[in-house]
């Protein structure tokens, strides 16, 4: 079972279409950090959240952390083709001293021009 | 300022030999983490270091093994490989290891294929 549950696992949407990416756990994070990773690439950072319910903000693509800092959303206006991706997103715990990120599984996103 | 350098970038091996992968970090991070990440089981955590100390260890048998060295370079080495250890294989650095908010600064990764 994926301590952070990712859903939906594919969307292929058309440009200009909205979307909204859901990570999910019974488990609270302490932050939660969202990535994106293209073919042939390593994950690259888009953002940090903290604070339940926070809501952040890079351009087209609004970030929220739940209440709880049990979940996440991901929710991206107008798409673009060069937004096609897999998005992931991963929680911060604490387990006694030691601290672990934890990743979801994945939402593959592909937009079509 | 450079990024994480993992090296190499593909390789291929045969079943029961060992392979050992190599990651530079961004220069005045401290901390290295490695990740396997395959279709099925998407991104897996082996184990993370600071300065030179392994720091967390994932649930992954003994045959993967890291170390760090004194400038944070890291390697880690997959011994006798399974045809299952055929994955994408991540390096990320980050400040301070996961002192803060743990952001991570991945490198383009290594590819491994185990034939």
């Known amino acids: 079972t994926q301590l952070l549950e990712q859903s939906p696992q594919f969307l292929s949407i058309q440009e200009g279409e909205n979307l909204t990416v859901y990570c999910n756990s019974s488990s609270v994070f302490s932050s939660l950090q969202w990535y994106r990773q293209e073919p042939g690439e390593g994950p690259v950072l888009l953002v940090t959240v903290v604070t339940g319910g926070e809501v952040k903000k890079l351009k087209r693509l609004t970030f929220q952390f739940g209440d709880a800092r049990k979940d996440s959303s991901l929710h991206i206006t107008a798409a673009q083709p060069g937004d096609t991706g897999l998005y992931l997103c991963a929680g911060l715990r604490s387990s006694g001293s030691a601290r672990q990120l934890t990743f979801g599984s994945g939402t593959q996103l592909t937009v079509l021009p | 300022k450079a990024g994480v350098t993992q090296t190499p970038r593909y390789l291929i091996k045969t079943r029961g030999q060992q392979v050992t992968l190599s990651c530079s970090p961004i220069?005045?991070?401290?901390?290295v983490s490695w990740y396997q990440q395959t279709p099925g089981q998407g991104l897996q955590f082996l184990f993370e270091?600071?300065?030179?100390?392994?720091?967390n260890k994932g649930n992954f048998p003994g045959r993967f093994s890291g170390r760090q060295f004194s400038n944070s370079r890291s390697e880690m080495n997959v011994s006798t490989l399974e045809l299952g250890d055929s994955a994408l294989y991540l390096c990320?650095?980050?400040?301070?290891?996961?002192?803060?908010?743990?952001?991570?600064?991945f490198g383009e990764g290594s590819r491994l294929t185990v034939l």
């Open positions: 990320a650095s980050s400040r301070e290891g996961f002192a803060n908010t743990g952001e991570l600064f």
């Open positions: 270091y600071f300065s030179e100390t392994q720091r």
């Open positions: 220069s005045g991070h401290r901390s």
